[in-house]
């Protein structure tokens, strides 16, 4: 039920820097006796001996679980059912700590977040994703609390291949834009209630810092250094995207993820490449001058962003293929949290206009 009153959640513990993996220990010992690692198979590999390590220092009993496959809700059931934990440490790109995310609700244990690259900003959310096993986009559900700690270290996310940090820049940079829309239409954010100033001014504060930043992070991006414009973007992706979107809430560029998940030339596209494209048909629906188009064209051209269906990997689009789109984006609830009541054929034009705008700016 969507309250009047203004609700922002967190997680009660945020850390980062290089080597912040070094306080895995002291931080997982507050929280229980028994760790459990969850993650995808090569970050499961990447960080299970050092784990392993660490928490024995604390006298943690550690265990590790590859997630193979997709976040869907068998396989969440099913590695819930082989272990037991009083604490999940979630790891990995987006995928990795959803699944952990999913295990730490069905064991009813702790969670400990552990982003081994910023493509998105779930690390610090309630929110995990379910899918079928293609990959289609099924439902977002909840864990009951926000994580009880997020560890970032950075020098593990410098090491990350540079295309998931374009995607987080993705994620990120659409929250402002979002959350304005989700406002003015009097919609809910993720606790079902009204946007604080905190979270709105977070969700503005992450977009600016990306404007700045982003190229000069992007430079550094897997070398395994990071430097001051990396620490600043990676706490933009991580942090105040994350608080902002989920204190704000969400509108179109989120809710055509239902679309283009589902058709098989954009269901590879990472999320934050998914939703950075969205949000220029967001724009189209707000009317925004030329000018203003042309500026976001060169920003997400600079990052390495897609601004067409053609650079997200669907170049010559049929009317079939934008018809699926728009139904599934029109029937998620996100749809919902904009300025006027949008049909299907709205998000059509929409995109049509985007194409046929994107083109001239790229002639
Ligand atoms: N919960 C939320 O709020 C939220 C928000 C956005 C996206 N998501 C979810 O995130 C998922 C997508 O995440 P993704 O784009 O990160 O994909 P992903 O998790 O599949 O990661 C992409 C690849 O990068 C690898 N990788 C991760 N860290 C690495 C590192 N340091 N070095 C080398 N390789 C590394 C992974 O092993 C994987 O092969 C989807 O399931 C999506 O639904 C969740
Ligand atoms: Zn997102």
Redesign the pocket.
Known sequence: MFETLRILGAPSLYVQGPGAIGRVGDIVAKLGARALLI?????ER?LAPRLAELLAKVDVSFASAPLTG??TPDNIERLASEHKADVVIAA???????AG?AVSRALGARLVTL???A????PT?R???Y?DDHHK?LR?ERVPRNPDAVIVDTQ??A???RQ?LV?GIG?ALVKRYEAAQCIGADGPNMFDGRATIAAVSLANVCEQVLREHAIDALSVAGSGKPDEAFEKVIEACILLA?LG?EGSGLSIAHAMTRGLSALPATVGA???YQVAYALMVQFILENRSAAFMAEQFAFLAAVGLPASLAELGLSEPSTDDLRSIATLTHKAPHTRNFERALSEDDLVEAMLQLETMHQRFVD
């Open positions: 993650a995808d198979p090569i970050v990447m997709e976040v990995g790109g987006g995928k990795g700590v959803d995310k982003p081994t690259a493509s998105n900003d779930g959310s929110i995990f994703i899918y986009l977002a593990i996310l090491g990350a291949p998931l995607s994620d994350g979107f990472l999320h934050g």
